[in-house]
T-cell receptor, first 114, second 118 residues
């Protein structure tokens, strides 16, 4: 079946540190891959996405590259800020649209200290 | 522009009481609509999705039900709440062609409802 595995949190970093949140997936065919962010007390917002192999999604200084050979979509940011503190969810939708729903990882909580 | 509303924002209910959570979308037509539950330590779980009025698909067996009485209204209900129903409930929508579930469109989430069952 389809599934997403992301690193366990919480992750605590100092401001300006480098961030990596690992995400790997299991899926048949060619899924689309997403990172969503949830700020405290709010719903989820799309952070970035990639729809085919080798695509790189980027937004707000965050990047993730769709690696089919390693079935991974790791999230990175070169210099985190306190305002990046949130829960980050990796997700996929299976190719073809017949299922149509997002399959989420369990989320990784990031805390950035000044 | 499109907006999505959920209410109430928070709810505390006793075990065995009924539940009705409402989600409405503005500024779009024929959206695909979704209900998710986020339980502590368990990530996000899709509960129901709908591609049109009166069309509901359930992803997991449970104590809850969903209805879509209007194109942009999605309701989550229960006749008798259980302790295990506690969690953060999120509604979401994607652009859709009526009757078709699009898997690659961005999902837009509402602000959520925090339900505590005592």
């Amino acid at each position: 079946g389809n599934s997403v595995t992301q690193m366990e949190g919480p992750v605590t970093l100092s401001e300006e540190a480098f961030l990596t949140i690992n995400c790997t997936y299991t899926a048949t065919g060619y899924p689309s891959l997403f990172w969503y962010v949830q700020y405290p007390g709010e719903g989820l917002q799309l952070l970035l996405k990639a729809t085919k192999a080798d695509d790189k999604g980027s937004n707000k200084g965050f990047e993730a590259t769709y690696r089919k050979e390693t079935t991974s979509f790791h999230l990175e940011k070169g210099s985190v800020q306190v305002s990046d503190s949130a829960v980050y969810f990796c997700a996929l939708t299976p190719y073809g649209g017949s299922q149509g729903n997002l399959i989420f990882g369990k989320g990784t909580k990031l805390s950035v200290k000044p | 522009s499109q907006t999505i509303h959920q209410w109430p924002a928070t709810l505390v209910q006793p075990v065995g009481s009924p539940l009705s959570l409402e989600c409405t979308v503005e500024g779009t037509s024929n959206p695909n609509l979704y209900w998710y539950r986020q339980a502590a330590g368990r990530g996000l779980q899709l509960l129901f999705y709908s591609v049109g009025i009166g069309q509901i698909s359930s992803e997991v067996p449970q104590n809850l039900s969903a209805s879509r009485p209007q194109d942009r209204q999605f309701i989550l209900s229960s006749k008798k709440l259980l302790l295990s129903d506690s969690g953060f409930y999120l509604c979401a929508w994607t652009r859709g062609v009526a009757g078709v579930l699009r898997s690659y469109n961005e999902q837009f989430f509402g602000p959520g409802t925090r339900l505590t069952v005592l």
